[in-house]
């Protein structure tokens, strides 16, 4: 397995279908798995989970929140890199797998990379309206920019597992911007 692609939900059941199928959808997806967490749904969230089948892992927790949720996924993870999307999030065809080549060709002292997001907005008129976000930190230490701007987002990121295992994984006591 290349990549693990971690996706907590909890109650959002046709949101985490788009999801999942987005990831299952990605080019290369038999060299990724998908683990999906999902944090104590009491909606329809589990059947829309055991559709998919073996297709995915499923992990049950109840209520531990979104940064515990990752961590039960990265408890499992067999990838050497890992992915974040939430359930929320849909990827586009090639994003993931630029942000791969990207890490893997870097050096072995770079543990994380991101990419620029792209919002969508749903409408009924025009289903694509987007936006690509702007204001991205640089290369390096971007630690103060992120601080300040908090510009990077969980589903344009790429990771190896070993670094997110060193630092501790997901402080499970931050409710946003774990």
């Not at 990605?26 to 559709?51: C, F, H, K, Q």
């Not at 300040?148 to 997901?170: E, K, S």
């Amino acid at each position: 397995v290349r990549t693990s692609i971690i996706i907590p939900t909890r109650d959002r059941s046709e949101m985490c279908r788009e999801a999942i199928e987005s990831a299952l959808r990605l080019a290369g997806a038999n060299r990724r798995e998908v683990i999906v967490v999902d944090d104590g749904s009491t909606d329809t969230t589990p059947d829309v989970l055991a559709g998919f089948g073996d297709r995915i892992r499923v992990i049950r927790k109840e209520g531990v929140g979104r940064g515990a949720a990752r961590n039960a996924g990265l408890a499992v993870a067999r990838g050497r890199l890992v992915a974040f999307i939430d359930d929320d999030d849909a990827y586009f065809p090639d994003g993931l797998q630029q942000l791969e080549e990207t890490l893997e060709s870097s050096s072995e002292e770079v543990g994380v990379v991101y990419g620029r997001p792209r919002y969508v907005r749903r409408d009924p008129t025009n289903p694509l309206l987007s936006r690509t976000a702007g204001g991205l930190g640089s290369e390096g230490w971007v630690l103060p920019q992120m601080v300040g701007a908090n510009f990077v987002v969980m589903g344009n990121v790429v990771a190896r597992l070993d670094a997110v295992r060193q630092v501790g994984g997901f402080n499970p006591d931050l409710p946003l911007a774990q």
